[in-house]
């Protein structure tokens, strides 16, 4: 952050200072003071404002400064809410409570989609175990019935050849069946 943003963002208030400066200078003015002291007075005014403002940018820069620091490190982002500091007075307070509600519902939201996601996956790998154990049967049932030329036809045309002829994109079941060694009978009549 700037010192002209943070200014920027103070600007209603230093112009209230000023103009409290100004009436302090004309009422001391109208009372009799003299110059060393009205001016005196003036500038020491002026001199806490600068001090006060010129102490709290560097304090805020301090704090910014850490905290984009620990959004820089951070792998997964949406953690952040769950480091920020402690807030010191009630303004951040409040931006810390609606920040740490978003963080924990966006933590929430990511441990939902990882459980779905391992759900999902279990859910294919038993699915692909239920369908590999039937064609290993039938594929050990077609190579022992050499004597069966029919029989191994018949599978081929309406199980085995299917699967391996699927154009489906994505479709997982019949990309890990492909993977399956072919029995020596499939051999001659697909080409992978």
């Known amino acids: 952050m700037r010192l002209c943003d943070y200014l920027a963002g103070k600007a209603t208030v230093l112009c209230a200072v000023g103009i409290a400066i100004i009436l302090w200078g004309v009422f001391a003015h109208l009372c009799g003071a003299n110059a060393v002291l009205l001016w005196g007075s003036e500038a020491f005014f002026v001199a806490v404002v600068i001090v006060r403002y010129a102490v709290g940018y560097a304090v805020v820069n301090n704090r910014l400064k850490r905290l984009q620091k620990s959004r820089d490190e951070l792998d997964k982002k949406y953690l952040l809410g769950e480091l920020l500091p402690k807030p010191h007075d009630s303004v951040e307070r409040e931006y810390y409570d609606v920040m740490s509600t978003v963080s924990r519902a966006a933590i929430g939201e990511a441990e939902k989609a990882e459980r779905e996601k391992e759900e ?73």
Do not use: D
Not at 122 to 134: S, Y
Not at 148 to 162: E, Q, T, V
């Open 120 to 192: 999902y996956c279990e859910f294919v790998e038993q699915w692909i175990h239920e369908l590999k154990t039937p064609l290993t049967a039938c594929s050990l049932n077609a190579t022992t019935a050499g004597t069966r030329p029919r029989l191994n036809a018949s599978l081929n045309a309406r199980i085995i050849l299917p699967i391996l002829r699927c154009t489906t994109r994505g479709c997982a079941v019949c990309k890990t069946i492909r993977l399956l060694p072919l029995p020596t009978f499939a051999k001659r009549w697909t080409k992978r």
